[in-house]
């Protein structure tokens, strides 16, 4: 059976879609899953603990705070001893908690103590799922590894509403169940690879720098989607506002210096792919101390000075990675460009875009791009810059292929 000896520990919130949890429990233990049910308040207000326990034929989890559960098992466990937990029907309210690791009842405890990969169902009113506070808090599950299933378009339980957020299907959430134990080897297992992210701050004083506009978002992206694919992942990032990916080795640093010093102590790795928007020059001397205005004083000058090229020192390395991809940033020319900077740096692919302020690429959410490499170019259409990502891991892949 496909599930034989998987624990599934079921996080059930409150909504109308939580009766089809029952016939998920039955599914999952038919095909030689255990589940371990937890119900929120909400999901008592639908269907009863004695048909879940029923069901599952284990003890159903309520309270945070029951003595006999703490003692038996305790919420720690509970969060730990299961392959995988799903939460079926997800709640807006579920979700809110979740992203922001909220945890004020058993249901959330569990899910900021849990080290297991999650796999949600969400069901909730359209207008809920379309809501802005839910479209940035999915965006931060995402982030953070969380998997979705759903939800599907369709009628709403209530009369005359249509549009999305009704739960997936059971069958269907028992396939995401499914295809997560599906132990096919992934391409890049036992690959590792090293990614720079973002931009780089040169300081001029203490309070003041040299930057320019990445967000991280396409390079953090790139991260995540190599970790999708089986790779361990070393991720050195500028100075940026969006979260570390799960499951990635995040490095911080602020300077261009300090970034090549962590690319550096990263290899050998088979995959390096530069993304981050290295500052080509720093200020010769940075000041110890704020430079003050001083009355009658000529306006100081920055003396620059070149920074080291991070991708052409890992391109023309004795450890160089098997696969050397870089960014090319333009705003003109960007073929020709590109093509030089492939021979410069010694790089087998330069991914090239155009960074215009009309493109919206920098720090936006989408990104149209050219691959240059040494046999010709391909020009991709436009998309979301997490689509951008997993292709390039994809065909990373296939050129690692044996
Ligand atoms: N890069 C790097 N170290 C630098 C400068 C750039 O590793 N000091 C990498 C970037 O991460 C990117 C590629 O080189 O993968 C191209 O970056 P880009 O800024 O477009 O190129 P530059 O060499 O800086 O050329 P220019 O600014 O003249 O376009």
Redesign the pocket.
């Known amino acids: 059976m496909a599930l034989t000896g998987k624990r599934v520990l079921l996080i059930i919130s409150g909504g109308i879609a939580a009766y089809k949890s029952l016939d998920l429990i039955r599914r999952l233990r038919e095909r030689g899953a255990s589940v371990r049910p937890v119900m929120t308040d909400g999901a008592q207000k639908f269907i009863t603990p004695l048909a879940v326990g029923a069901l599952a034929a284990d003890h159903v989890f309520t309270e945070l705070f029951s003595r006999e559960d703490e003692q038996d098992v305790g919420h720690i466990r509970l969060a730990r001893d299961c392959d995988i937990v799903v939460i079926a029907p997800a709640t807006a309210s579920l979700l809110a908690k979740m992203a922001h690791g909220l945890a004020d009842d058993l249901a959330s405890t569990i899910l900021l103590a849990t080290d297991r990969p999650i796999l949600t169902a969400p069901a909730m009113n359209p207008k809920m799922w379309d809501n802005a506070a839910t479209r940035r808090n999915i965006a931060t599950l995402q982030t953070d590894g969380v998997s979705f299933v759903g939800p599907a378009k369709g009628e709403m339980a209530e009369r005359g509403e249509a549009g999305t957020g009704r739960m997936a299907e059971v069958l269907d959430i028992v396939a995401a169940i499914e295809l997560h134990f599906d132990e096919k080897p992934k391409p890049l297992a036992g690959r590792s690879a090293i990614v ?1 992210s973002g931009p780089t701050h040169e300081p001029i004083d203490p309070v003041r720098y040299i930057a320019n506009r990445s967000s991280g978002k396409q390079g953090h992206a790139i991260a995540a989607a190599l970790r999708d694919l089986g790779a361990k992942v070393t991720l050195v990032s500028g100075p940026v506002t969006i979260p570390d990916p799960h499951g990635v080795n995040t490095i911080h640093v602020e300077r ?1 210096e300090e ?2 010093q962590a690319v550096m102590a990263a290899l050998p790795a088979d995959i390096a ?8 020059w720093r200020v010769a001397s940075a000041s110890d101390q704020k430079i003050k205005k001083q009355p009658g004083q000529s306006i100081p000058t920055l003396a620059l000075a ?9 391109g023309h390395h004795k450890l160089r990675p098997k696969i050397v ?6 705003t003109q020319d960007i073929e020709k ?1 590109g093509r030089a ?1 492939l021979e ?2 010694g ?1 087998d692919l ?2 090239a875009n155009d960074v215009s302020p009309a493109t919206g690429v920098m720090g936006g959410a989408r990104n149209q791009v050219k691959l240059i490499g040494h046999d010709g170019v391909e020009a991709w259409p436009d998309l979301d810059k997490d689509e951008v990502a997993a292709r390039l891991a994809a065909l990373v892949a296939e050129r690692l292929k044996p």
Do not use: H, Q, Y
């Not at 792919?273 to 080509?280: G, R, S």
């Not at 070149?306 to 890992?314: F, G, R």
């Open positions: 720079t261009a970034m090549m792919i530069m993304v981050a928007a290295v500052a080509d070149e920074n080291p090229d991070i991708l052409s020192t890992v991809i870089g960014f090319a940033a333009e460009n900077k410069r740096k790089a330069i991914v």
